[in-house]
């Protein structure tokens, strides 16, 4: 299997902030890495598929970047809607994906 | 748009069967380019991916949970299925229905709410 780990797993920000989230694949996985979002109640929303590349509908204040086993996502410009857990998934490994334990994102 | 709806109940007892379904409008389930997947999240926990099926009937599951699992398609109903055998405590979880595109990265870009199981007598 192949293991995904984020970092920080929790972190404080105001309104207005840069954010950045790590996540680390336990293997090369290229450049099959996709960024959710996910508030309490709700369902799970797909913000970066590919690494890099922003899902239709989602703000340009989201951006990812990274390859093989280091991936960041970043928030510039925090808004008062981007407080949630976000959560890497990878799909290198198509018969077993894995998402990484998520990172939640809390008002300062 | 497409909308997933989980369905099912919200309480199982241990050893017997826990059946959900997810209903798909907005779309159809034996179009090409997608997978049907069921994912998973523990009380406070993060998000752990079932399994999925094509509209072929290929199905990917979970290592963990192969031996007890079963994803299904009526495509008359527009609807999947998910069916885990002899659950325990550790299967209360809220479980989610999504769709994959496979031409997208294999990224779950339609979720439904989700629906909350309890396993408990």
């Known amino acids: 299997d192949i293991q995904m780990t984020q970092s920080p797993s929790s972190l404080s920000a105001s309104v207005g902030d840069r954010v950045t989230i790590t996540c680390r694949a336990s293997?090369?996985?290229?450049?099959?890495l996709n960024w959710y979002q996910h508030k309490p109640g709700k369902a799970p929303t797909l913000l970066i598929y590919a690494a890099s590349t922003l899902q239709s509908g989602v703000p340009s204040r989201f951006s990812g970047s990274g390859s093989g086993t280091d991936f960041t996502l970043t928030v510039s410009g925090l808004q008062p809607e981007d407080f949630a857990t976000y959560y890497c998934?990878?799909?290198?490994?198509?018969?077993?994906?894995?998402f990484g334990p998520g990172t939640k994102v809390d008002i300062k | 748009q497409v909308q997933l709806q989980e369905s099912g109940p919200g309480l199982v007892k241990p050893s017997q069967t826990l059946s959900l379904t997810c209903a798909v409008s907005g779309g159809f389930i034996s179009s090409g380019g997608y997978y049907w997947s069921w994912i998973r999240q523990h009380p406070g926990k993060g998000l752990e991916w079932i399994g999925y099926?094509?509209?072929?009937?290929?199905?990917y599951y979970n290592p963990s949970l192969k031996s007890r699992l079963t994803i299904s398609l009526d495509t008359s109903k527009n609807q999947f299925l998910l069916m885990l055998t002899s659950v325990t405590a550790a299967d209360t979880a809220v479980y989610y229905c999504a769709r994959v595109t496979y031409g997208g990265n294999y990224a779950f870009d339609y979720w439904g709410r989700g629906t909350l199981v309890s396993v408990s007598s």
């Open positions: 293997q090369s996985i290229r450049s099959y």
């Open positions: 998934q990878q799909s290198y490994n198509t018969d077993h994906v894995t």
């Open positions: 099926i094509h509209y072929s009937g290929t199905t």
